[in-house]
């Protein structure tokens, strides 16, 4: 009977990864990340009615969370917090040897970079410079044209080259 | 031709066809300075992919694999798939629903089926204002008595499998023979009733394909029971215990 449940919560167990690195690219770190993802497999089963069958589980998860997210900020404006800015590095993805702190230098620069552009342009970038979706797939996860969406992320490229190169170059 | 950012965007994301694939490329072998932008773009989507891939090699933390496993699915969508299965059995099986609108209340309660067959046979059954459906008489007499490892009964209702649901209460399947149809289903003890949970035809005895109580369980009924049971069917011993302490779960 619940067969196509059982079906349903091993494809979001198989969805965590990119779920987590989705919220950390958003928030910057790994505490605010995991309760994002938390809450967003809670919204989603409390209201998995609401997704169509047949259309991708991915899709509409990665919309949930953009949503939640989103809600939050606006919550923290709400109540004058610091929204945009570098955000937290407080914790690596790696914990030991010298690759790990590289990867960690990595991570943190990468997260302070993403932390300074501004929500929408984030989204964009997570989504199809580090999940690799398709203009797509990203537009309709994020409710947007295709264009507004390769307009975000044409900003947040140059952006993103200064921040992490030193220059931007032209083409 | 001089492709534009945007193109120059789409291809180093992959988004063109490989037709234009190939003839950007060909631009960028003659441009150096296209080139370095599409270098730089292309170093700067793969030091974002490293940044992040320790994360994705690390196993999710316990506490998200148990949201996904155990937190609260809507009840609208658990109704529907119930309702989608019933609806494939009854497809399958070619039985026929007088009513769905019972079947939604039934599951709303935690209960699985309540299914008319339309063969005109009226088993010991009766509708209370509730909604529910209860056994009476020789049914509600042989679920209450009968013991299935006694052997069944030469005529009237009998008694395939007894089980303990998941609510805790004990269940038994029955079947009540007729000569065109039989009926088969499922009912639970709760306080002085049997509450039927699944009700279906089955081939009556003259047809002859009908040979034995609880050996040939309609599908619908067999999947309401596979559905509703835990710790497996009463063995003889358990299924006597059961009837003696009147089918009063701890």
């Known amino acids: ?171 | 031709m001089e492709p534009t950012k945007d193109e120059l965007d789409a291809f180093i994301d992959v988004e063109l066809s490989t037709a234009d694939m190939q003839k950007i490329q060909a631009v960028l072998a003659q441009r150096s300075d296209l080139a370095a932008y599409v270098n730089q773009q292309t170093l700067l989507r793969a030091r974002l992919s490293d940044a992040f891939a320790p994360l994705m090699a690390e196993a999710a933390p316990q506490r998200l694999r148990d949201a996904v496993m155990s937190a609260p699915v809507s009840v609208r969508y658990r109704i529907a798939e119930q309702l989608r299965a019933i609806v494939d059995n009854v497809r399958t099986a070619r039985f026929v629903w007088r009513s769905l609108v019972p079947a939604a209340a039934a599951l709303a309660c935690g209960v699985l089926i309540g299914v008319r067959h339309e063969h005109g046979v009226q088993p010991d059954l009766q509708t209370l204002s509730s909604g529910q459906t209860v056994a009476e008489g020789a049914l509600a007499d042989a679920l209450m008595n009968q013991l299935a490892s006694a052997g069944a009964p030469a005529s009237g209702p009998r008694i395939g499998v007894s089980f303990r649901n998941r609510s805790g209460e004990d269940c038994r399947s029955f079947t009540v023979p007729g000569r065109r149809a039989s009926t088969a289903g499922v009912a639970c003890r709760q306080g002085a009733d049997w509450v039927v949970a699944a009700l279906a035809s089955a081939p009556g005895e003259a047809g002859g394909a009908y040979q034995r109580a609880g050996a040939e369980m309609p599908p619908l009924v067999r999947n309401a029971v596979n559905a509703m049971i835990t710790g497996g069917a009463f063995d003889a011993a358990t299924e006597r215990a059961a009837r003696d302490r009147g089918w009063k779960s701890q």
């Not at chain 1, 932390?115 to 410079?129: K, N, T, W, Y």
């Not at chain 1, 264009?147 to 992490?164: C, D």
């Open chain 1, 1 to 171: 009977m619940d067969a196509s449940l059982d079906t349903i919560r091993s494809q979001m167990v198989a969805l965590l990864p990119r779920l987590r690195r989705f919220a950390l690219s958003l928030t910057g770190n790994r505490a605010d990340a995991d309760d994002l993802v938390q809450d967003t497999v809670e919204r989603a089963l409390a209201n998995l009615h609401r997704w169509e069958r047949g259309t991708r589980l991915d899709s509409w998860m990665f919309r949930i969370a953009q949503n939640l997210f989103i809600d939050s900020v606006r919550a923290r404006k709400r109540a004058r917090a610091v929204v945009s800015g570098p955000l937290e590095v407080a914790e690596g993805v790696a914990t030991d040897g010298v690759r790990a702190a590289e990867s960690h230098i990595a991570f943190g620069d990468m997260c302070r970079a993403l932390g300074e552009l501004p929500e929408d342009q984030r989204s964009a970038v997570a989504l199809v410079l580090i999940d690799g979706m398709s203009y797509r797939d990203a537009a309709e996860v994020l409710h947007i044209p295709m264009g507004t969406l390769t307009s975000r992320l044409a900003r947040a490229r140059e952006a993103l080259a200064v921040r992490v190169f030193g220059s931007a170059k032209g083409a």
